[in-house]
């Protein structure tokens, strides 16, 4: 079972980027549900974002990246 | 990202600030006499994220919002430790203490000495220190010289999360004043530049750092860097890129008062160069201390003269550019230690 | 009493400084995305801006001379620009280059103009105590110049405040003291700090003639100013003014402003400046070509600062060592 996390929409403008500010783990490495992976960032907002699995974490985006809501982040395997 | 111990402990990773509020987090919820106060410490978690999540859980009456009202609030603070509660207080930032220093030197420092040892006040005062990110001569000092200069109270100063999480815990357990210095810049903050050393592994349990216990992060034996709060991350860098020339032992001081002199010593016995980081004020100050930790018992430690990297004796500019002129930044250290290094 | 010159007057000058204000925050943040970091881009660091206390600088600035005093907080662009201060210079500083008031060393929180004594720091109240000095200054040279200490409502809860009060008031100094209540300190509300709803009735205990006043217009802040200017210039002593203002953004840029929920709304139903506009326009004093005209104006002269600004050199990185000591 794989799982997608995407950014979260932090902003009531659809289409304001953000940033992945930290990434609080590495690719590879085993996370567990509700496990913090990393803090996101839109419009001065910010924001923890869970692993919803078990599993072990893909990073898709490099940190301080500029991503929009939605974008696909990371990855659970 | 960086390479620290993290493999071996197997813990998450947080931020600096994150595992400051975390070890407020567990105190309180293990000793319903520990509460907090300060300047926007409830729903905005704290300026500087150092109270993050506190408000949501333990509610307005255990994180106090308080008035602009330093004096007020931190001898409000000393009252109550005094009468048996803990308070973790806040000063905004260390450069206000100039509107309530009596409070803490003439009082919480000395209430237990003047009362021939009958009175506590275990306190914490945290405060965030520190620049590099143009706020100014009244928003960037450290200034913990100044606080460790005055008898009474303890003073640490964490370089990285797993610190930071293990000497509040120290300190709200500590029945003693300890003054708290976070630096702005390891605290990991996503709206300011952070060294990827302000991210690290944290355990999810209760543990302490022994506070006057300075750590070695990077053993060496060439030349002995002592510093303390960011300037350890630079010297970390440092250390790490001079691997293969110079083999630079890093100590962590992690508290100024009590100063872990020992440490000081044994590591300049053994490689006989000094360099001191600090970006304190130079003149007056913890480096001099340093200095005379070495001196007082054996001068003849010394191959070379001592090497200060320091902020120096002028307020702090605005302009970016005048600002990094006077910091002690990874290119000076490098300086220094080359300079040690040949004598 | 106000005349129909001086209301354009006044809304002229608050466009001006509402356009300085808006310029600045679009640069600053210009260059600070995607990652959000505060110590970069041309104006790095802290970044407090004023719009919609527009009327208290313009109101009170009316009343002042160039030889007065006035001492401001970490929010001081409107004050600065409404007493006279370059904006060319100031906007130099803002941007940290060799030619602003500082030649980079001060930034937005200690703007200094000694020719118009002007001059704010970043510690809340602790201009109050400075104003009083510069009191006692033009008391003691016996001129009738006035000093007028700008501070917010959070600062009324601070030591500095009453300290100065009771000074100005026990020496019967010729200084105002101006209270900005904008409703917040950073995310404290007034109403969780303050304990009375009149900061004004805090005169009574120093002896000292106060007024409130309501509804963040810049004339009757203007009429107020001018009782409390003309009395401490006859040598009548000092005066409490505490005015009713809205900070229409955040107390820094970047601030996300979530604890101020559906306040934030209202607040910007509050903006003094299309509120007070209208007013004129029904009064036949302003119209959609001199509103045009105003703004186009006001837009010339902050580009025209902020290029200054650009073009000018940074400090030399030596120059971080002068100016300890005279």
């Known amino acids: 079972m794989s799982q997608t996390i995407v950014f979260p929409a932090l902003s009531k403008d659809e289409s304001a980027e953000g940033v992945l500010a930290t990434w609080f783990v590495r690719t590879g490495e085993s996370v567990r549900a509700g496990q913090v992976i990393a803090e996101v960032m839109v419009d001065k907002v910010s924001m923890d974002v869970e692993a919803p699995i078990d599993g072990t974490v893909t990073c898709l985006v490099e940190e301080e990246a500029a991503v929009g809501q939605g974008a696909e982040i990371a990855r659970i395997d | ?175 003693n004043p300890v003054i708290f210095m976070f630096h702005k810049g390891v605290m990991g903050l996503p709206w300011m530049a952070k060294n990827p050393r302000s991210i690290g592994p944290v355990p999810e349990e209760e543990y302490t750092v022994p506070i006057g216990k300075a750590a070695i992060p990077h053993p060496g034996t060439d030349v002995t860097v002592v510093s303390i709060s960011m300037s350890v991350q630079h010297c970390l860098d440092v250390a790490e890129k001079l691997e293969g020339t110079t083999s630079v032992e890093v100590i962590d001081l992690r508290s100024i008062v009590p100063l872990d002199r020992d440490a000081i010593l044994q590591s300049v016995a053994k490689t006989g160069r000094l360099v001191i980081v600090d970006e304190d004020y130079k003149s007056f100050g913890l480096s001099g201390e340093i200095v005379a930790t070495i001196t007082d018992k054996d001068p003849s430690l010394l191959k070379v003269p001592v090497q200060r990297v320091c902020y120096p004796d002028v307020p702090i500019p605005y302009a970016r550019v005048l600002e990094y002129e006077a910091l002690p930044t990874r290119d000076k250290i490098e300086a220094a230690i080359a300079a040690a290094m040949a004598g | 009493m106000v005349d129909n010159d001086m209301r354009v007057d006044f809304y002229k000058e608050m466009v001006r400084i509402r356009t300085y204000e808006s310029a600045l925050q679009r640069d600053y943040h210009a260059d600070k995305a995607p990652a959000w970091d505060i110590g970069a881009g041309l104006i790095p660091g802290e970044m407090h801006l004023a719009a919609g206390q527009e009327p208290v600088a313009v109101g009170l600035c009316a009343n002042l001379e160039q030889g007065d005093a006035i001492t401001g ?157 003309e009395r401490a210039r006859a040598g009548g002593g000092p005066t409490l003014l505490e005015i009713h203002t809205v900070r229409l953004w955040g107390h820094f840029e970047g601030d996300a402003q979530a604890y101020r929920g559906d306040e934030l709304a209202e607040a910007a139903e509050n903006d003094p400046i299309p509120i007070y506009e209208r007013r004129l326009v029904s009064a036949g004093l302003l119209d959609d070509d001199s509103i045009a005209r105003i703004k186009a104006e006001a837009e010339e002269e902050v580009e025209a600062a902020i290029a200054f600004a650009k073009a000018s050199p940074e400090p030399k990185p030596s120059d971080a060592y002068l100016h300890v000591f005279a």
Request: proline fraction near 4%; charged fraction near 20%; aromatic fraction near 8%.
């Open chain 3, 73 to 229: 907080p970490h929010r001081p662009h409107h004050l600065a620009l409404a007493k006279g201060v370059d904006m060319k210079a100031m906007t130099a500083e803002i941007f940290g280059r060799d030619t602003g008031l500082s030649h980079g060393k001060g930034g937005h929180m200690h703007l200094f103009d000694p020719s118009q004594h002007f001059s704010c720091s970043g510690i809340i109240a602790e201009g109050m105590p400075v104003a009083v000095g510069q009191a006692l200054a033009f008391s003691r040279k016996g001129t009738d110049n006035v000093a007028v200490a700008v501070a917010g409502e959070g600062a009324a809860n601070q030591g500095a405040f009453h300290e100065a009060l009771n000074l100005a008031s026990m020496w019967k100094l010729p200084v105002i003291f101006i209270i900005e209540d904008n409703d917040w300190a950073i995310s404290v509300s007034r109403e969780l700090a303050t304990p009375i709803k009149d900061g004004s009735l805090r005169a009574a205990a120093y002896g000292m003639p106060s007024a409130r006043i309501e509804g963040n217009d810049v004339e009757a802040i203007f009429d107020a100013c001018k009782v409390a200017v």
């Open chain 2, 1 to 175: 990202m960086t390479a620290t111990a993290d493999v071996e402990t197997g813990a998450r990773r947080v931020t600096t600030a994150k595992a400051i509020s975390e070890a407020i987090a567990q105190e309180m919820r293990s000793n319903p006499d520990v509460f907090v106060m300060g300047e926007d410490v409830g729903t905005y978690g704290g300026i500087f994220g150092s109270t993050g999540g506190l408000f949501e859980e333990f509610g307005s009456q255990r994180i106090i919002d308080t008035p602009i009202s330093e004096t007020g609030f931190i001898g409000a603070g000393i009252g109550a430790a005094v009468e048996g509660l803990r308070p973790v207080v806040e000063l905004m930032f260390v450069d206000f203490f100039g509107v309530c220093f009596d409070q803490i030197y003439n009082h919480m420092a000395k209430i237990h000495y003047e009362s021939g040892g009958n009175v506590k006040v275990p306190m914490v005062l945290m405060m965030a220190v520190g620049g590099g990110y143009s706020d100014g001569a009244q928003h960037s000092q450290c200034l913990w010289a100044s606080f460790a200069h005055m008898p009474g109270m303890k003073v640490v100063a964490p370089s990285n999360p797993h610190d930071a999480k293990g000497l509040m815990i120290s300190a709200i357990r500590d029945d």
